[in-house]
């Protein structure tokens, strides 16, 4: 019997193989056993590729990130370009809402470094406000797609049920949203880039980078002349 043309194992399959289990299956339930089972090789195998288990997580979370469809043709406009792109990573993690827990034990931040970077350039902000733009966004889109996804692996309901006449203000809020999660990520994200950048002393040019405005130029002093009586 000679060798498959392709390797059974490789960091990959492993990841995918875990991946699709943990779809089906459920965190709680995924083994080594269960991954090899999806590959048709033994556990034992596997160690071949990963010391522990934990390191499968850890290639397993960096792959939902990876998986993220980004735009071909990013928007020349700043905010419209870091919505898409944060609207893909939410979207991304919820494929695999069994598994999106994983992104808080294994978050792969090394995998962003270089999206840090290459949009902390082009932000119109001052620089020392560039990491509250990142950190905020950050946030926003991890907490979005975390809480969505515990919803739908867990079968629940975002808002749980309660009585409408002792929570008023509540219930009117919720009767006058017509936006679905999706829509209210979109929203909030929105309003969160157009409130951080309103506050700073900054104008956006054709290119998206900063442009300092220009204080009027002040006319030249004129001496009054002194004449005496």
């Known amino acids: ?9 490789s960091r990959e399959r492993a990841a995918r193989a875990a991946l699709g289990a943990i779809d ?3 965190l709680d339930a995924l083994s080594l056993e269960l991954v090899a089972q999806r590959l048709g090789v033994k556990a034992p195998s596997l160690y071949y590729h990963f010391r522990h288990k934990a390191e499968l997580m850890a290639e397993v979370a960096r792959l939902i990130l990876m998986d993220a469809k ?4 990013p928007s020349p406009d700043w905010k419209e370009a870091m919505l898409a792109l944060n609207i ?32 902390i350039g082009l932000y119109p ?24 996804a515990a919803y739908r692996s867990r079968g629940i309901e975002p808002m749980p049920q309660f009585d409408r006449s ?13 936006l679905d999660g999706e829509a209210l990520f979109v929203a909030t994200v929105r309003h969160y880039l157009d ?30 002349r002194v004449t005496g009586r």
């Not at 002792?166 to 017509?178: D, Y």
């Open 1 to 9: 019997m000679g060798r498959p043309a392709k390797p059974l194992i």
């Open 24 to 26: 089906i299956h459920g």
């Open 70 to 73: 980004l735009p071909r043709d």
């Open 88 to 119: 893909a990573v939410r979207r991304s993690i919820l494929q695999h809402p069994n598994a999106a827990p994983l992104l808080l034990q294994f978050f792969p931040r090394h995998l962003l470094l270089g999206a840090y970077d290459h949009w």
């Open 125 to 148: 902000i001052p620089m020392e406000q560039r990491m509250v733009l990142v950190e905020g966004l950050e946030k926003l889109t991890f907490g979005s797609a975390l809480f969505e």
């Open 166 to 178: 002792r929570l008023p203000q509540l219930s009117e809020a919720l009767r006058a949203n017509h």
């Open 195 to 224: 409130g951080f950048t309103s506050t700073v002393p900054k104008a956006v040019g054709k290119a998206g980078k900063a442009v300092a405005k220009k204080a009027p130029a002040k006319k030249p002093a004129t001496r009054r």
